[in-house]
């Protein structure tokens, strides 16, 4: 009973988490810089080396955007699949 | 209020004895403080211990035998460190107020004018929120470079409300929900108009949920490091995280000591302002007026 009650906050909190783990930076960047020989990179390290330390502004951003899909996906299913039910408001069966 | 306490406490009787209250308050308080205290500890014990110690394989881990100061001698002398602290502290607490005087009008405004779209309007800055730093940092460093502001500190204060705004107006706005809409009635029957309405009543009741989104905002922007690492390269416009995560790693070499102690250095002021404000800040999470 509490956990159905509790959807609308684990939506919250799943697409934050969810979100700032894919896109995370600065815990690869500090911890290996996406070495050695490239093999700990993440999407946004990855674009990160070819953009600013690279000079190749328009690949990091191809890259950034290859990101986008993906998190709209992660926040569609959150808002989507974790909404409050019509029965959870008072609403008829669904 | 003590007969409440009493009714509040009566289903915990059986913490009562003193083996059971070891067993279910005092060892997972323990453990949870060892989790929570063992990094700065870590920290504070190898910003202390000459570079002989740091690196031999003998010896315990856990204690330091002949401390010393020259990691920190070496941070705060031959670094710029001391400048990378006063940019931090003036990037964080200029951006955190601007961040928070925009977000307080924003709230007030969705939450309360009921304008036409005003749920969207709050749906749409809750996704400028779940836009990451790492998408928007290139184009921001390209807005940057041509406002010709790449690598002076207004780059910074500029560009951390991108996120601290969204994230204190989402805050602001659960709060400002809070708050009996009756208040402002009678204030309005009163003749009060809407900006004495949100400076004479709405403000001063929604003092804690300013000061705990202050902090998320002060925190968030001290910690930031994409924008920071992007926008600024001469040393002495650094910030403490940047700084010390590029100057005191030479290619290969870690520079354990000065780092840890830049470390440690770097988090205290965040934790001298939890620790100021923490009474505000649980009284914040559990809503304003009580009824």
Redesign the interface.
């Known amino acids: 009973m509490t956990l159905p009650l509790l959807t609308p906050i684990i939506a919250v909190v799943m697409?934050?988490s969810v979100?700032?783990t894919f896109?995370?930076?600065?815990l690869i960047?500090?911890i290996t810089r996406g070495g050695p020989l490239n093999a700990t990179h993440l999407?946004?390290t990855l674009?990160?080396q070819r953009?600013?330390s690279g000079g190749a502004?328009g690949e990091?951003?191809a890259i950034?955007?290859a990101?986008?899909p993906f998190?709209l996906a992660a926040?569609m299913v959150s808002y989507f699949g974790l909404q409050r039910r019509a029965w959870q408001q008072g609403g008829g069966d669904k | 209020m003590s007969q409440e306490q009493a009714v509040d406490t009566a289903g915990m009787s059986y913490l009562e004895s003193a083996p059971r209250k070891l067993v279910t308050v005092y060892l997972p308080l323990a453990i949870f403080l060892f989790v929570l205290l063992f990094p700065f500890y870590w920290m504070g014990i190898t910003s202390f211990k000459p570079n002989n110690e740091l690196l031999s394989r003998e010896g315990n881990p856990f204690w330091v035998i002949e401390p010393t100061l020259a990691h920190v001698k070496k941070l705060l002398f031959d670094t710029s460190y001391p400048e990378w602290m006063w940019n931090t502290m003036l990037v964080s607490v200029v951006s955190t107020f601007a961040s928070l005087t925009a977000a307080v009008l924003a709230a007030y405004a969705i939450e309360r004018l009921r304008f036409k779209g005003a749920r969207h309007v709050g749906l749409a800055i809750f996704?400028a929120y779940?836009v990451?730093?790492?998408?928007l940092?290139?184009?921001l460093?390209?807005v940057v470079f041509q406002l010709g502001l790449f690598d002076t500190r207004w780059a910074l204060i500029l560009t951390y409300p991108t996120f601290l705004i969204p994230f204190c107006t989402w805050l602001l706005m659960g709060y400002f929900r809070s708050i009996p809409y009756e208040l402002e009635e009678c204030a309005l029957i009163d003749g009060a108009t809407r900006w004495q309405i949100l400076t004479r009543i709405i403000l001063p009741l929604a003092v804690p949920g300013l000061i705990s989104a202050g902090i998320f905002a002060f925190t968030l922007s001290w910690n930031e490091?994409?924008y920071a690492?992007?926008f600024v390269s001469s040393s002495e416009i650094k910030t403490i995280?940047v700084g010390v995560?590029t100057e005191l790693v030479e290619g290969d070499v870690y520079h354990w000591g000065s780092l840890m102690a830049g470390a440690l250095l770097g988090s205290l002021p965040v934790a001298f302002v939890y620790s100021f404000f923490v009474e505000y800040y649980v009284s914040g999470m559990t809503g304003s007026v009580k009824e």
């Open positions: 697409t934050f979100l700032f896109t995370d930076f600065q960047y500090v999407m946004a674009s990160f953009a600013i502004l990091g951003a950034s955007i990101m986008v998190l926040i | 996704l779940l990451p730093p790492s998408i940092f290139i184009p460093a390209s490091f994409i690492l992007t995280p995560v």
